[in-house]
């Protein structure tokens, strides 16, 4: 599969700075902020500094160092939000998962009871 990166979509515009965030975490190969429309009391989105456009195409081509930044990225994230009771991490993907963002982000999610994962 090809996967075609658009650099003007709005997190490689948080990336290079050109909007503002409200970001929680940073590392070499991760940024993590808050989401603009929480859906819960905690709601940040972890994002590779890297040009991804989904999580498959993440998986499949970053490197083992890009790999392991997002991945404590999100520990940090869990540590510092506090989700010890528990949280969901979502990535939705293309037209199915309903991905508005076109840049590889997980969704973590948590602070109160989520209910179950699919409504449908
Ligand atoms: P998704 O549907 O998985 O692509 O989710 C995109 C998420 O990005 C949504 O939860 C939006 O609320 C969030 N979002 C969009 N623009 C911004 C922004 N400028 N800062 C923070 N979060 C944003």
Same mark, same amino acid.
């Given at each position: 599969m090809d996967f075609v990166y658009d650099d003007q979509n709005i997190f490689a515009k948080i990336l290079r700075g050109e909007i503002p965030n409200k970001t929680v975490y940073e590392n070499d190969h991760a940024l993590a902020f808050e989401d603009? =429309? /929480?859906? =819960? /009391?905690v709601h940040v989105l972890v994002i590779p500094k890297?040009?991804?456009?989904s999580l498959d195409h993440f998986a499949r081509d970053a490197s083992a160092d890009e790999q392991a930044g997002f991945m404590r990225a999100i520990a940090e994230v869990c540590r510092l939000t506090d989700v010890a009771a528990g949280f969901r991490a979502i990535a939705n993907t293309r037209a199915h998962g309903v991905q508005d963002v076109p840049h590889y982000h997980m969704h973590i999610i948590g602070g109160r009871q989520l209910g179950r994962m699919l409504q449908g």
């Open positions: 603009i =429309a /929480p859906q =819960a /009391p890297g040009a991804y456009v």
